[in-house]
């Protein structure tokens, strides 16, 4: 896989494969960013990509209201 370090990538966290692909960038160093409406999950995939090494960060975000 490219290297992913320089990327930032944005994953609605609502559904497995979104989760899945978040974590699966983790692991290549991109730098994650989770949205979801949910707070609880999305703030437990953050705490865990951080545990792994990785970085990321969580936003409100509910596409439903745009």
Same mark, same amino acid.
């Given at each position: 896989? +490219? &290297?992913?370090?320089? &990327?930032? %990538? &944005? *994953?609605?966290? /609502?559904?497995?494969?979104?989760?899945? %692909?978040?974590?699966?960038?983790?692991? *290549?160093?991109?730098?994650?960013?989770? +949205? @979801?409406? &949910? @707070?609880?999950? /999305?703030?437990?995939?953050?705490? *865990?990509?951080?545990?792994? /090494? /990785?970085?990321?960060?969580?936003?409100? %975000?509910?596409?439903?209201?745009?």
């Amino acid at each position: 896989m +490219t &290297n992913l370090r320089e &990327n930032c %990538t &944005n *994953y609605r966290r /609502g559904s497995g494969i979104g989760r899945s %692909t978040a974590l699966l960038f983790a692991q *290549y160093e991109a730098k994650v960013v989770i +949205t @979801s409406r &949910n @707070s609880e999950k /999305g703030k437990e995939d953050v705490k *865990y990509i951080q545990e792994e /090494g /990785g970085d990321s960060l969580w936003i409100k %975000t509910d596409v439903s209201q745009s």
